[in-house]
Nanobody, 128 residues
Framework: QVQLRESGGGSVQAGGSLKLSCSASGQTIYSYHMAWFRQPPGKEREFVAATPWSGDSTYYADSVKGRFTISRDNAMNTVHLQMVSLKPEDTAVYYC?????????????????????WGQGTRVTVSS
């Protein structure tokens, strides 16, 4: 079973940038669908970005399109989330998620939900 650990969170002013990393252990991620979610204070967890195991496409929430970029480095068993032009509303705990390649529910739901494994999260705070 794959274990996930996020890093790179912190505090930044609006307009700034952060790069989150998700390091995987226990399994290689090349066959996993990978995604980032976030949970703002007092709100439910929401989808941010995803990349299927094939790595040939990416998906983004409308609120982050053009500002966030998800990428995977299979050789390093790591997934990144580059965030630029950060806004106060991006403040949240960010979670990395992995989906089993045979979990067809993830594909049916457009890679927006249904993931099997989760990290503990890393906090991002954006001040105005």
């Amino acid at each position: 079973q794959v274990q996930l650990r996020e890093s790179g969170g912190g505090s930044v002013q609006a307009g700034g940038s952060l790069k989150l990393s998700c390091s995987a252990s226990g399994q290689t991620i090349y066959s996993y669908h990978m995604a980032w979610f976030r949970q703002p204070p007092g709100k439910e967890r929401e989808f941010v970005a995803a990349t299927p195991w094939s790595g040939d496409s990416t998906y983004y929430a409308d609120s982050v399109k053009g500002r966030f970029t998800i990428s995977r480095d299979n050789a390093m068993n790591t997934v990144h989330l580059q965030m630029v032009s950060l806004k106060p509303e991006d403040t949240a705990v960010y979670y990395c998620a992995a989906g089993e390649p045979m979990n067809y529910k993830i594909q049916e739901e457009g890679f927006l939900s249904g993931y099997d494994h989760w990290g503990q999260g890393t906090r991002v705070t954006v001040s105005s």
